[in-house]
């Protein structure tokens, strides 16, 4: 069992940089994808940006460029750094981790409880 706990959320206005973190209770080497995802109001989850266990990105085309995923192994955490922040990047975030090699919603094996990210125009 994993636990998965995501900070850094909070109110930036537009153009402004955040930093979200997700740390693992336990090791997220044994997990071939780790992401981030994001659910904002009325609207469905979907995939922000993800990286294999070997360093493969695999980012939304809506942040690439913005965007960039990182993780520190010997912290068993990942990252998120976004920039230049748009008022439609307001979302809850969310990390999680799967075994395989998959990126949809129902193919991650753990999740975390989310952070909320808003941006005021």
């Known amino acids: 069992q994993v636990q998965l706990v995501e900070s850094g959320g909070g109110l930036v206005q537009s153009g402004g940089s955040l930093r979200l973190s997700c740390a693992a209770s336990g090791s997220i080497d044994n997990f071939y994808v780790m992401a981030w995802f994001r659910q904002a109001p009325g609207k469905q989850r979907e995939l922000v940006a993800g990286m294999t266990s070997g360093g493969r990105p695999n980012n939304a085309d809506s942040v690439k460029g913005r965007f960039t995923i990182s993780r520190d192994n010997a912290k068993n955490t990942l990252y998120l750094q976004m920039n230049s922040l748009k008022p439609e990047d307001t979302a809850v975030y969310y990390c999680?981790?799967?075994?395989?090699?998959?990126?949809?919603?129902?193919?991650?094996?753990?999740w975390g409880k989310g952070t909320l990210v808003t941006v005021s125009s």
């Open positions: 999680a981790v799967s075994r395989r090699s998959i990126w949809s919603i129902s193919g991650m094996n753990y």
